[in-house]
């Protein structure tokens, strides 16, 4: 909820047992949990009393639908707007290459430029080729545009 890691909630333990002391820092973490039960009950309260308000012709309502962000973006992609959310390159390009029978593509379709001396499809970028080596008294190449 928070994006809290162990070790930040510990520092905050820490600094929050050296600020309040090790007195008032039981109570008032007594008190904040009180509070965040009293707001998820609040919550749990109105999102009942909004669906009991509807009737049942909206029971099947998400309720996390109504979050401008998402209403927006349904009415822009439509239906589609899950698929896009979810849609991970990788995998895509893994399936594109291995197939759905997870078998690798067939060396005909698939450009000898691209094709490794392994034999397989290789994901990773190609080295650029290595300058030829300046001879005994040649001069590097000079561009008057680019100085």
Known sequence: ????????????????????????LPGLAKDAARMIRTLRDLATGARTQLRDELGPEFADVDLRNLNPRTAISRVILGEDADAIRNFNPRTAMQKAILGDDDEPVAP????????????????????PPAPKPLGRGEQAPYDADAT
């Open 108 to 127: 005909a379709a698939v450009d000898s430029s691209e094709v490794p001396a392994t034999g397989g499809l290789s994901l990773e970028k190609a080295p």
């Open 1 to 24: 909820m928070f994006n809290i890691g162990p070790l930040e909630l510990m520092v905050l333990a820490v600094v929050g047992l050296i600020v309040l002391g090790p007195d008032r």
